[in-house]
């Protein structure tokens, strides 16, 4: 299931990558380019931290594909996001959900402590927005007052509670991942804001 909650990740990010990059009027290649970076930076990030390399973007071509196939949705459905506000940010927090689920397990597979697997599932699941932006020339949302990482990191100690009191796999992935992107929603849908003095 988690190899599932992945591909799914890799899809989701890659999508809002290439519907971001349409909308700064970026070409098919602009949009691959980005859609594959968003989808696969966070993982690719992990990776060179816990040193599984070669990471699995350069030996599974499995991404590439799913970053082409994100282009074709992109460009089919350009009608329809536009009728749709905020949809790049809405595909960004189901990816923020799932891959914090799956960075985490990653981690954990690596035998790393409990706040490392935290770490590195926050960053699995905000790098590749954070390249993401950077390529539109905008300020990275995770470098905001967003509630973004914030989102990520609740939803990770919710998850290693869940593990902690021993709930099954499926109930621990999937309200994990409906934790950060409810979150995530809801401070987009009222502007909730981190407080920043002065």
């Given at each position: ?30 949009m691959f380019v980005v859609g594959l970076v968003t989808g696969t ?158």
């Open positions: 299931m988690l190899h599932v909650w992945e591909i799914l990740g890799i899809l989701v990010f890659c999508v809002s990558g290439a519907i971001a990059a349409r909308e700064k009027v970026m070409d098919w290649f602009g930076g966070g993982g690719l990030l992990r990776s060179v931290l816990i040193g599984d390399v070669p990471p699995r973007v350069l030996t599974d071509p499995l991404p590439f594909v799913l970053a082409m196939a994100a282009v074709v949705i992109a460009l089919l459905g350009s009608a329809w996001w536009k009728k749709i506000r905020r949809v790049v940010s809405t595909m960004d927090a189901l990816g923020l959900g799932l891959f914090t689920v799956t960075g985490i397990r990653i981690a954990q597979g690596k035998g790393l402590p409990w706040w490392s697997c935290l770490a590195l599932g926050v960053i699995t699941a905000t790098f590749g927005g954070l390249l993401r932006d950077v390529l539109r020339n905008d300020v990275p949302l995770v470098l905001r007052k967003e509630i973004y990482a914030t989102a990520s990191i609740i939803g990770g100690l919710a998850m290693l509670g869940m593990d902690w009191l021993g709930w099954p796999e499926r109930v621990v992935l999937a309200v994990t991942t409906v934790i950060v992107v409810t979150i995530r929603m809801v401070a987009i849908r009222y502007a909730i804001h981190q407080s920043q003095d002065g």
